[in-house]
């Protein structure tokens, strides 16, 4: 640090303490101003401004005021004033009065002046207070933003990809019936085997193409929130064992076991049946889907827990990931998912049942199994009133 530097911090130092001094009345005014060497000001105006930038102030001054420097090598108080005023830019105009109080050739600052310069510092203390308290909430707001932005585009690719998805799906069993009923059709003398065999293809291609647009169409509906349940007592028991009997012929097919365990009594409840049989029939269907091929198994148990009916539905084959446990729910996902691994099925079915789950106000989700294979659990309120049900809405993920 050179002499000059400590030299000002000492005139500073010595200017607040008389500043306060003053403030208490105990001693007289001893701080000047008026005249200052022109070399002063310019080095005070070096070290805040630059040299570059005082060098062109100064010049501009000079010029407009027909002053020559090497002939006035003292700054009268309109240089002064200028110089204070440049200062006040680039450090607030407490301090630069203090900076310029520092070089100014002393001439008694009167009480009034010092107070000024008090009461302006504390303003400009509290200014930058302000200014940091509001530049950490527009950081912050800059941020929220940011990330909403991040995520509604996340969102619209999502949307575009589902959409281009849907699209392929309808394309692809449409392509494979126009190409066999053209076969079927520019043949007559086609062996009868064959023609059976494209027309059994075309029967499976129509059901998938309904299977794929009914799946659309009823997620659609439960986020608009347009689907409303038709609520009912429900026999839940008998529900799960009746779909569990739809599903034997299906599971003897593949040459898989399929079982259920209910804790009876199950008490009834409201529910829509329907709607809840669509959620039982996508997780039997899934876990014979996925359970293993040999030796397959799945097996249902349910249960009372609480006040809540608890049903599992549990399979041999590979399981879910434990990365992809919440993200499987998710209609987008399973279709992005669907794009890279082409399994058969819409890839909607669990997005479906989520939806229709916490209509009925229950839960979800994918339970941890130590054995392996998959365990998909739900669960439904026993003791809701028919009134509770009625303005359900399914829950929609931001
Ligand atoms: P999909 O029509 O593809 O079966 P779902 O929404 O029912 O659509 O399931 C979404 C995805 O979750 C499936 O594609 C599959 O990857 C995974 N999944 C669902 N059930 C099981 C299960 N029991 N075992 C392993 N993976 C499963």
């Not at 000492?10 to 208490?24: C, D, G, I, R």
């Not at 509604?152 to 494979?176: C, G, I, M, N, S």
């Not at 028991?237 to 040459?255: M, S």
Request: hydrophobic share 35%.
């Amino acid at each position: 640090m050179n002499l000059e530097a400590t030299q000002e911090e000492e005139n500073q130092a010595t200017l607040f303490v008389k500043a306060s001094s003053l403030l208490s009345g105990n001693e007289a005014p001893e701080i000047y101003r008026g005249s200052a060497p022109f070399p002063d000001i310019k080095s005070l105006l070096n070290n805040f401004l630059g040299n570059e930038r005082t060098e062109k102030v100064l010049d501009r001054y000079a010029r407009l005021n027909n002053i020559d420097w090497s002939v006035s090598p003292t700054a009268d108080s309109r240089v002064i004033s200028y110089a204070e005023r440049l200062l006040s830019e680039a450090i607030g105009p407490a301090s630069a009065k203090i900076m310029i109080s520092s070089v100014v050739q002393r001439e008694e600052l009167s009480r009034s002046e010092v107070l000024g310069i008090l009461e302006e510092s504390q303003k400009v203390l509290r200014l930058n207070r302000e200014l940091s308290t509001r530049s950490e909430e527009l950081r912050k707001a800059t941020e929220d933003l940011r990330q909403a932005n991040y995520k509604l585009q996340e969102l619209t690719e999502l949307k575009d990809e589902f959409l281009y998805t849907v699209t392929h799906e309808l394309r692809t069993p449409l392509t494979a019936i126009r190409t066999q009923s053209e076969l079927v059709h520019d043949d007559p003398e086609m062996p009868e085997e064959d023609r059976q065999r494209f027309i059994g293809n075309m029967v499976q291609d129509c059901e998938r193409l309904t299977r794929l647009i009914s799946n659309v169409l009823d997620l659609e509906k439960f986020e608009s929130g347009s689907q409303k349940l038709s609520l009912n007592r429900v026999d839940l028991g008998q529900l799960i064992e009746d779909t569990v009997t739809q599903f034997q012929a299906l599971a003897a097919k593949k040459g898989h076991s399929l079982r259920c365990e209910i804790s009876a009594p199950l008490t009834a409840t409201y529910a829509d049946e329907d709607r809840i049989a669509q959620v039982l029939h996508n997780l039997i269907g899934n876990a014979l889907k996925h359970a293993r091929h040999d030796n397959g198994a799945v097996w249902i148990t349910a249960y009372r827990l609480d006040q809540d009916l608890k049903v599992n539905i549990h399979d041999n084959g590979n399981g879910i990931p434990l990365s992809d446990r919440e993200l499987v729910f998710d209609k987008f996902y399973q279709v992005r998912n669907q794009t890279r691994r082409k399994p058969s099925g819409s890839g909607l079915g669990l997005a479906i049942s989520k939806n229709i789950i916490q209509m009925h106000k229950g839960k979800i989700w994918i339970e941890d199994n130590p054995g392996g294979g998959a365990k998909i659990s739900f669960t439904l309120p026993l003791y809701l009133q028919e009134a509770q049900m009625k303005n359900s809405k399914p829950h929609i993920d931001a």
